[in-house]
């Protein structure tokens, strides 16, 4: 069976939110996997444990470019926060959005042989790596090329939208970035969340759905057939995909209308957008400092 670390045990207490205890027997069970851990405590606490699934797990900052028709996003990571506030940091990254916007390069390789000022945005980034001492990388970009209109929103430098919309003014768009920053849709409707994403949900609902027919059993009461259980699921991921998928949300300045609504309200539609969380799907180094000390208690015994 896997060690199950104190460093691994506050990782998944910050990416949950769950008790520490909780967090130790949901790893226990899981040999260690991070991620069937998250499923458990889900099942055990519900909407609890994923309430803080969105935090940062690195530093970096997100930019946006947008000029007419054509625009782009960009993640750009770098080792520390007090780097990613550095001024010239930050002007780089938005150099790299124009650069993209303006190039259409076809990857970050792509995009670092692009030239500027009789450079390459490659040479650059090396040159601040030098000069500051610490490693910055290019994650990801999408760029943006409509027939429509583009809008953006950035909740600070680390979340950042950028939507493709037709038929509607200014605000509209900004209130669609601004929205999808805040409830971090995955698609644009429901028919288009990742099958992976709904099987995954799924099996938190036939576990949670087992739980509940065990703890009957154990206090004597009747089990739900398995028509009703699979009717419960069904329903379960229903009110997933509704909540995960564009169309189908709330709008967030106004719970009474769904986007879906409020797009008919404004005669407007939406073609597509992105969204960057900073550090999103990264796992950060959390050092373990008890074994540290072990370790240089050890070799000094030595």
Request: aromatic share 4%; proline share 2%.
């Given at each position: 069976?896997?060690?199950?670390?104190?460093?691994?045990v506050?990782?998944?207490r910050?990416?949950?939110?769950?008790?520490?205890?909780?967090?130790?027997?949901?790893?226990?069970?899981?040999?260690?996997?991070?991620?069937r851990a998250?499923?458990?405590?889900?099942?055990?606490?519900?909407?609890?444990?994923?309430?803080?699934?969105?935090?940062?797990?690195?530093?970096?900052v997100?930019?946006?470019?947008?000029?007419?028709?054509?625009?782009?996003?960009?993640?750009?990571?770098?080792?520390?926060?007090f780097?990613?506030?550095?001024?010239?940091?930050?002007?780089?990254?938005?150099?790299?959005?124009?650069?993209?916007?303006?190039?259409?390069?076809?990857?970050?390789?792509?995009?670092?042989?692009?030239?500027?000022?009789?450079?390459?945005?490659?040479?650059v980034?090396?040159?601040?790596?030098?000069?500051?001492?610490?490693?910055?990388?290019?994650?990801?970009?999408?760029r943006f090329?409509t027939?429509?209109k583009?809008?953006?929103?950035?909740?600070?430098?680390?979340?950042?939208?950028?939507?493709?919309?037709?038929?509607?003014?200014?605000?509209v768009?900004?209130?669609?970035?601004?929205?999808?920053?805040?409830?971090?849709p995955?698609?644009?409707s429901?028919?288009?969340?990742?099958?992976?994403?709904?099987?995954?949900e799924?099996s938190?609902?036939?576990?949670?759905?087992?739980?509940?027919?065990?703890?009957?059993?154990?206090?004597?009461?009747?089990?739900?057939?398995?028509?009703?259980?699979?009717?419960?699921?069904?329903?379960?991921?229903?009110?997933?995909?509704?909540?995960?998928?564009?169309?189908?949300?709330?709008?967030?300045?106004?719970?009474?209308?769904?986007?879906?609504?409020y797009?008919?309200a404004?005669?407007?539609?939406?073609?597509?957008?992105?969204m960057?969380?900073?550090?999103?799907g990264?796992?950060?180094?959390?050092?373990?400092?008890?074994?540290?000390?072990?370790?240089?208690?050890?070799?000094?015994?030595?």
């Amino acid at each position: 069976m896997a060690a199950i670390t104190a460093a691994m045990v506050g990782e998944l207490r910050a990416k949950t939110d769950a008790p520490m205890m909780e967090c130790k027997k949901a790893l226990t069970e899981a040999e260690g996997d991070m991620g069937r851990a998250e499923e458990i405590l889900r099942v055990k606490l519900g909407g609890k444990a994923s309430k803080a699934s969105a935090r940062i797990t690195a530093e970096g900052v997100v930019a946006t470019y947008i000029a007419g028709n054509v625009g782009a996003l960009v993640e750009v990571n770098s080792e520390t926060d007090f780097v990613a506030k550095n001024d010239e940091f930050l002007a780089m990254v938005n150099l790299a959005a124009k650069l993209v916007a303006e190039n259409n390069p076809a990857d970050v390789a792509a995009l670092s042989a692009l030239p500027h000022d009789g450079k390459t945005f490659d040479d650059v980034r090396t040159a601040l790596i030098g000069k500051i001492g610490e490693n910055m990388t290019v994650r990801r970009f999408q760029r943006f090329e409509t027939t429509g209109k583009l809008a953006s929103y950035l909740h600070g430098t680390r979340i950042g939208v950028i939507v493709d919309f037709e038929g509607a003014d200014e605000q509209v768009g900004k209130d669609l970035a601004m929205h999808i920053a805040a409830m971090k849709p995955v698609s644009l409707s429901s028919e288009q969340v990742p099958a992976e994403m709904i099987e995954k949900e799924r099996s938190v609902a036939e576990l949670k759905a087992k739980e509940d027919a065990d703890a009957a059993v154990a206090a004597g009461k009747p089990v739900q057939s398995a028509e009703i259980v699979a009717k419960r699921i069904d329903g379960s991921i229903q009110k997933y995909l509704k909540e995960v998928s564009l169309l189908n949300q709330a709008f967030v300045k106004n719970d009474k209308q769904s986007i879906e609504q409020y797009l008919k309200a404004s005669n407007a539609t939406v073609k597509g957008f992105t969204m960057y969380v900073v550090g999103e799907g990264i796992e950060k180094k959390v050092d373990d400092f008890a074994a540290e000390v072990a370790a240089q208690m050890a070799a000094n015994k030595q």
